[in-house]
């Protein structure tokens, strides 16, 4: 696992140690940030599901101003930690190692996301279906900027509506969908990147 671009292109983190988490391969990562680099310079992320924090840790590196990395379990919440001091990050990102769905529910931030990366265990879009959309709901009711991008990634087998959240584009990329969505209520129409 590497960064791909930016001030620490190169630069290798480390994997996971266990199966716990999921890396998106490396073909599918510049697929997506090519999409999303006219989002990333200034940006507040959050990485939610981070794993070992391949997603946020490379919009640090392509100019995001902060990225908060959600990761519950410990061997990945380690390795994130281990990655974030390894690139001398530490004053732009924070990790958050508790329930996301309760953190998202209870806490609102000053300063609004502008993009989000949903990475939740594929088994989540059939066994918490529920959560996931309360989750998105209250995303956008307290964590997201009207024209906030999210980033959802799952099982090509599955789909799952996240109203509030808006599909504005979809990327397949084998056994992988890769949805682009944005808040219903985001009335400049503003969307990815083609």
Same mark, same amino acid.
């Given at each position: 696992?590497r960064?791909?671009a930016?001030?620490? @292109?190169?630069r290798?983190?480390?994997?996971? #140690?266990?199966? +716990?988490?999921?890396?998106?391969? !490396?073909?599918?990562k =510049?697929?997506?940030?090519?999409i $999303?680099t006219a989002?990333l #310079?200034?940006a507040?992320?959050?990485?939610?599901?981070? *794993?070992?924090?391949?997603?946020? $840790?490379e919009c %640090?590196? &392509? *100019? !995001?101003?902060?990225?908060?990395?959600?990761e519950?379990? @410990?061997? !990945?919440?380690?390795?994130? &930690?281990q990655?974030?001091a /390894?690139l001398?990050?530490?004053?732009?990102?924070?990790?958050?190692a508790?329930?996301?769905f309760?953190?998202?529910a209870?806490?609102?931030?000053a300063?609004? +996301?502008? %993009?989000?990366?949903?990475?939740?265990?594929?088994r989540? %879009?059939?066994?918490?279906? +529920?959560?996931? =959309?309360?989750l998105? @709901?209250?995303?956008?009711?307290?964590? $997201?900027?009207?024209?906030?991008?999210v980033v959802?990634r799952?099982?090509?087998?599955?789909s799952?509506?996240?109203?509030?959240?808006?599909?504005v #584009?979809?990327?397949?990329?084998?056994?992988?969908?890769?949805e682009? $969505?944005?808040?219903?209520?985001n009335q400049?129409?503003? /969307?990815?990147?083609p």
């Open positions: 696992m960064i791909i930016g001030e620490f @292109r190169g290798k983190l480390l994997p996971p #140690d266990t199966d +716990a988490t999921r890396p998106v391969t !490396a073909r599918v =510049q697929s997506v940030f090519d $999303l989002l #310079d200034g507040v992320v959050y990485d939610c599901f981070a *794993g070992t924090g391949s997603m946020g $840790l %640090l590196s &392509r *100019g !995001a101003a902060r990225v908060t990395f959600f519950a379990d @410990r061997s !990945a919440g380690k390795r994130l &930690r990655n974030i /390894t001398k990050v530490e004053d732009r990102a924070t990790v958050i508790g329930d996301l309760r953190w998202i209870e806490s609102a931030r300063s609004k +996301a502008s %993009l989000v990366f949903l990475d939740p265990p594929y989540y %879009l059939r066994e918490r279906p +529920a959560d996931l =959309q309360s998105a @709901r209250n995303l956008v009711t307290r964590h $997201l900027a009207p024209a906030a991008t959802f799952h099982d090509a087998a599955d799952l509506d996240l109203p509030p959240l808006t599909r #584009d979809v990327r397949d990329y084998g056994g992988m969908t890769v682009f $969505l944005t808040p219903a209520s400049k129409g503003e /969307t990815p990147p």
